[in-house]
Structure formats: C-alpha cells, structure tokens
C-alpha cells in the first residue's frame, strides 16, 4: 500500500520530550508552513511519518514574523529617506527580470507566485501560453510550424471556453520540451486529438499545458512530481479544474504525479500509459489504453495461433525506472507460458550503468534458424535499431521473426524499418487509421483530415486518436455530474461519474469501445490491433482484439478472431 495516497489519514498530536533520531530537526511553529513542505518533500524517501516542532516559549521565534517582530526601529533622516526608498525601488525592479527568469515568467511582471518554474533550460509546470513558454528556439521549421499551429488553435478555443459560465477546465501534463524531432511530432499528434475532443464537445472546456520535463538521457517526464504540484496549487485557486490527462509514458517519475494529484483529489486519465502498475497508483487514476498484461496476452495469443510459434525470446530495458518494459517482459514471460510456448531466453539491454549487455551486442546474440522461433522486443523505440543492427551483423539468414510491444509503433513511423529488409517486424498497437479501408468514414478521423490535411494513408499514427478519447472520457464524466443538477460543482463528483463508466454502458472512442472493470481502472478488453511495419513508413493491419468503430467498414484482410484473449 502507498500511504502517501492516501486522502486522510489519522492525525495524532502529542507533546512531551522528542525521543526520535536526533537528525530530526525540530521547526519552530512560527515556521509551520515551511517546515511541513520541506518534511512532506522528504517524506517518501526517509519514511519519517512524524513532524516535530519545538514549542520552548523561553526561545525566540526564527520564523520571518518572529524576526522581524525583533527588529528595533529604523530611524532615518528626512534627507536620505526619499532617495533609499527610490534605490531599493530601482533594485527591486532590477531584480524581477532575474527572479523571472528562475520562474519562466515575464521580466516584467510582479507576480510573487508562478505557476512555472526553471529546471536546467527547461519551464516545468503549467502554462496558458505554450507558445512563449514551451517551444523552444532551435526546433525545425515544420516542427516548430505544427506545435505553434496546434497551440494556438487550443488557445483559441480556451478563449471562447472561457466566455461561458459552465466551463471546466482540463490540464494535459506531458513532456513538452522532448530532445527528439520525432518526439514532438508525436506530442504533436496528441495535442491535435486533444484540441479535437475540445472543439467538438459539447461541454466547454479549457486545456491548459503541463510540462513534466524529459531528464538526463531521455528518461521521461522526470520533474512529473514539480508539474503536480504545480497543477494542485492551480486548482486549489480555482475550482474549475477538474481533471488531468497526458501521462503518456509508464516511469516512476510519471507515478509520482499521479500519486501527488491523486492525493489533492484531482482525477486523471492517462493517455498510452500501459504498465499494469499504473492503475494501481490510486483511485484517482484512470486511462484509456489496454494495459501491458492484456498487450502480452495478445501478443502471446498472436504467436501461438496465428504463426506457430513454439519457442520465443524475450529481451528488455534493464533501466529500472522504465517500468513499462520491465513490466510488460514480466507479463509477456507468463503470457508465452500460459500458452505452452517455451521461453528460451529472458535477458535485458544495458541503457547506462546497469547490468545487462549494450542492444547491438544483445542482438548479435538473437540469432535462430530453429523453426517456429520468435523474438519477442519489450523495449523502448530508440534502443531497437541498435538492436536489429546487432542482428544484422550476425544473423544473415538466421534472422528469426521479430514481435514487439507497441513502442514499436514508433520505429515504424521514424523509417527505420527500411534499414532491415530482411526482418519481419510485427508489433503491437492501441490505434491506427489503417484499419480501415477509408478511415475518414469514422467521425474522428474525418474531422481531424479537414482541419490538418492529408489522407489515411499519410496519417499513420493512432496517437492523435488516444488523445481525443481520453479528453472524451472527461466529458463524459463531466456531463454526468451536470445531469441532475447543472449548477452542481464538477470536481468532487467526477471521479465517481467516471468510475461508472462500465462495460454495461461504455462509450464508443476512436480506439475503440471503453468500459471500466468493476474492479479495474482500465478498459476492459480494449482493442489491440497487430501490425506489420513496412520500409515505407506504413504498416499492414494483420490481426485485432476487441471492438474498433464501424467494424463493416475495417479492410477485408484483418483477422478478427473470435476467441482472443478476454480481460479476467
């Protein structure tokens, strides 16, 4: 059990001498305030659940107030006291544009509280205006083109949304300063589905933007827990907000925020989170995607019936914090199993210190002529061309058949599948316009195409679709608390209209239909489609588990089996 996600907890006062470690400094009451942050900070990592004040009335208060209560008058001249005030006055607006800055405000404003803060070059926390605070100068043109597009269309519906009295107000935390270009075009792709669910919702709503940060060697919302807090002082000021959504990477970093926003009562609905751990966090949390243990089950449920596959390795991060490979090589080793397929190897890949080999070494051990043998990749996008390179190097015509998690999607998108066209990539996917014979048949799809151009067969990413579905669900929510009464406040009964969202009465989203367990935070037996990855960035639908929209219109050829793996 994680108690720090816990809502209320017993309160126990007591007085008396301390008798606890000695390295617990005492704070004095006049210093409350302070001293509670700094032992809440501290609380996970030194387990010290007791906050000790030392009340001795025979010692003067430390606190600013104690201080200067002790301060004896200043007692200047009449001469000196105009200029003082005008010098201090002119250092002190000297110093707003330095302050500011450590801020991530403007130079100019006065402001004591921000809602952003500087963590190396980056602004963590939230912003009304993305455009000034997270698009930094050297992206590319495109890049930089699309964001600037998708924020400012978000900023313009906020503004109508803002006119009217019922509005809610939902914050998309993620990382918003990535260190890829491919990075952003998948943000950017989930900013448009979310800018999407807004405009056509028939619930005004704002979005404001999060920034979580990246972190050192592209770890993942690494200051997620900074952005939290910053999205709790929000919305204790104002009550309009009602929920977040974003948390589209599964690391211990994205838990910290999850269990910090659950604990100030604000829900939140994940986006591509799918490690089986992060439904766990708390009750606050809710997403829209399958989890990983369905995703093995699919994938097991794949190799078995559908190749014959007999006997399989697994390989994955050795990043301890990358809980979404650690978890889903743990679920794919039970899922191969259960299906009486022999798991050969279970080996990770050295991403900076840790035990494990680097991924190119890795692969050159992967090599397999043994019929019915598979790869089964449960790692990350960006560590699996080394690893195909190390087959390459070695394998030849020993190339055994690849089948990744759905962080293969990624790889796919990025091209990289023309560098190996003697590997047979099949990997999973949570959403993908390719499904279908003309994706512009299904609403979301057809709106997204007319308002940012292309065609179905340009748009390749389901990410977009995940995005919407999830501000969908909040709405949804958002419109059961208002169904008996309009004036009703909309945050302390959100998490119950969402929890109720079940199989019974689900909803229809672009990924397909979404229905809360009675005992799960997860959609049961969300839809999970196989794919194989071409050289030309496209990918050919193969198998699907579950229910997608307008099933009489998906392509002839997708396997649509009618025994796949059922959510227990």
Same mark, same amino acid.
């Given at each position: 059990?994680d %108690?720090? /996600?816990?809502?209320?907890?017993?309160?126990?006062v007591?007085?008396?001498?301390?008798?606890?470690?000695?390295?617990?400094?005492?704070?004095?009451?006049?210093?409350?305030?302070a001293?509670?942050?700094d032992?809440?900070?501290?609380?996970?990592?030194?387990?010290n659940?007791v906050?000790?004040?030392?009340?001795?009335?025979?010692v003067?208060a $430390?606190g600013?107030?104690?201080?200067l209560?002790q301060?004896? $008058?200043?007692?200047?001249?009449?001469?000196?006291?105009a200029p003082?005030?005008?010098?201090?006055?002119?250092?002190?607006?000297a110093?707003? $544009?330095?302050l500011?800055?450590?801020?991530?405000d403007?130079w100019?404003?006065?402001?004591?509280?921000?809602p952003?803060?500087?963590?190396?070059?980056d602004?963590?926390g939230?912003?009304?205006?993305?455009?000034?605070?997270f698009?930094?100068?050297?992206?590319p043109?495109e890049i930089?083109?699309?964001l600037?597009d998708?924020? *400012?269309?978000?900023?313009?519906?906020?503004?109508k949304a803002?006119?009217?009295?019922d509005?809610?107000? &939902? &914050?998309?935390?993620?990382?918003?300063?990535?260190s890829?270009?491919?990075s952003?075009?998948?943000?950017?792709e989930?900013?448009?589905?979310v800018?999407?669910?807004?405009?056509?919702s /028939? @619930?005004? #709503?704002?979005?404001?933007?999060?920034?979580?940060?990246?972190?050192?060697?592209?770890?993942?919302?690494?200051?997620?827990?900074i952005?939290a807090?910053?999205?709790?002082a929000?919305?204790?000021?104002?009550?309009?907000?009602?929920?977040?959504t974003?948390?589209? #990477?599964?690391?211990?970093?994205?838990k910290t925020a @999850?269990r910090?926003?659950? +604990?100030?009562?604000?829900?939140?609905?994940?986006?591509l989170t799918?490690a089986d751990?992060?439904?766990e966090?708390?009750?606050?949390?809710?997403?829209v995607?399958?989890?990983n243990?369905?995703?093995?089950?699919?994938?097991?449920f794949?190799?078995d019936? %559908?190749?014959g596959?007999?006997?399989v390795?697994?390989?994955?991060?050795?990043?301890?914090s990358?809980?979404?490979?650690?978890?889903?090589?743990?679920?794919?080793?039970?899922?191969f199993?259960?299906?009486?397929?022999?798991?050969?190897?279970?080996?990770?890949?050295?991403?900076?210190t840790?035990?494990?080999?680097?991924?190119?070494?890795? +692969?050159?051990?992967?090599?397999?002529?043994?019929p019915?043998?598979?790869?089964?990749?449960?790692?990350?996008?960006?560590?699996?061309?080394?690893?195909?390179h *190390?087959?390459?190097?070695?394998?030849?015509?020993?190339?055994?058949r690849? @089948?990744?998690?759905?962080s293969?999607?990624?790889?796919?998108?990025?091209?990289?599948m023309?560098?190996?066209?003697?590997?047979?990539?099949?990997?999973?996917?949570?959403?993908n316009?390719?499904?279908?014979?003309?994706c512009?048949?299904?609403p979301?799809?057809?709106?997204?195409?007319d308002?940012?151009?292309g065609?179905?067969?340009?748009?390749r990413?389901?990410?977009?679709?995940a995005? %919407?579905?999830?501000v969908?669900?909040i709405?949804? *929510?958002?419109?059961q608390?208002?169904?008996?009464?309009?004036?009703?406040?909309?945050?302390?009964?959100?998490?119950?209209? #969402?929890?109720?969202?079940r199989?019974?009465?689900?909803?229809q +989203?672009?990924t397909?239909? #979404?229905?809360?367990?009675?005992?799960?935070?997860v959609?049961v037996d969300?839809a999970?489609?196989?794919l194989?990855?071409?050289a030309?960035r496209?990918?050919?639908?193969?198998?699907?588990?579950?229910?997608?929209?307008?099933?009489?219109?998906?392509i002839a /050829?997708?396997?649509?089996?009618?025994?796949?793996?059922?959510d227990?």
């Open positions: 059990m %108690h720090l /996600s816990r809502l209320d907890p017993l309160l126990v007591t007085a008396g001498e301390w008798s606890g470690p000695e390295d617990v400094r005492g704070v004095h009451p006049a210093d409350a305030p001293g509670y942050r032992w809440l900070a501290l609380l996970a990592r030194s387990g659940w906050l000790r004040f030392d009340v001795d009335p025979r003067p $430390p600013v107030a104690g201080a209560s301060v004896e $008058p200043l007692r200047l001249r009449r001469a000196v006291t003082l005030v005008l010098t201090l006055f002119a250092a002190s607006l110093g707003v $544009p330095l500011n800055h450590a801020r991530c403007v100019w404003s006065p402001s004591m509280r921000s952003l803060v500087r963590v190396g070059a602004c963590v939230v912003s009304a205006d993305p455009l000034r605070d698009v930094p100068d050297g992206l043109a930089r083109a699309d600037g998708v924020y *400012g269309r978000i900023m313009a519906t906020n503004a803002a006119a009217k009295p509005v809610v107000t &939902v &914050v998309f935390l993620s990382i918003l300063t990535p890829t270009a491919n952003y075009q998948a943000l950017v989930e900013l448009r589905g800018w999407v669910a807004q405009n056509t /028939s @619930i005004p #709503i704002k979005v404001l933007l999060a920034n979580g940060g990246e972190g050192p060697g592209g770890q993942g919302l690494e200051f997620g827990g952005a807090d910053k999205i709790a929000l919305a204790a000021d104002d009550p309009s907000v009602v929920a977040v974003g948390l589209t #990477i599964s690391t211990n970093s994205a @999850i910090r926003l659950g +604990g100030n009562a604000l829900p939140v609905v994940g986006i799918s751990d992060m439904a966090v708390n009750e606050y949390y809710y997403q995607g399958p989890n243990r369905r995703e093995a089950r699919v994938a097991a794949y190799a019936r %559908h190749l596959i007999g006997k390795s697994i390989f994955y991060s050795g990043d301890p990358d809980r979404y490979s650690q978890n889903l090589a743990e679920d794919a080793n039970t899922a199993a259960e299906r009486g397929i022999e798991v050969t190897r279970y080996e990770k890949y050295r991403v900076t840790e035990d494990g080999v680097p991924p190119f070494t890795l +692969g050159q051990s992967a090599c397999s002529d043994e019915g043998h598979a790869v089964f990749y449960a790692g990350r996008a960006q560590y699996l061309p080394d690893f195909l *190390g087959m390459n190097s070695k394998c030849q015509s020993s190339t055994p690849v @089948i990744s998690g759905d293969g999607s990624r790889f796919v998108l990025d091209g990289r023309a560098e190996f066209p003697n590997v047979r990539l099949d990997y999973m996917s949570f959403a316009p390719s499904a279908w014979t003309d512009a048949k299904v979301f799809y057809k709106y997204y195409l308002v940012f151009g065609t179905c067969a340009t748009m990413d389901g990410r977009s679709a995005g %919407h579905d999830a969908q669900v709405a949804e *929510g958002v419109r608390v208002r169904r008996t009464d309009p004036e009703a406040p909309v945050r302390p009964g959100l998490l119950a209209e #969402i929890s109720n969202i199989a019974e009465n689900a909803i +989203g672009a397909g239909v #979404i229905g809360f367990g009675t005992n799960s935070r959609p969300k999970i489609l196989v194989r990855g071409n030309d496209s990918s050919t639908p193969l198998l699907l588990c579950g229910e997608l929209p307008f099933r009489t219109e998906l /050829s997708l396997v649509q089996p009618s025994d796949c793996p059922e227990r």
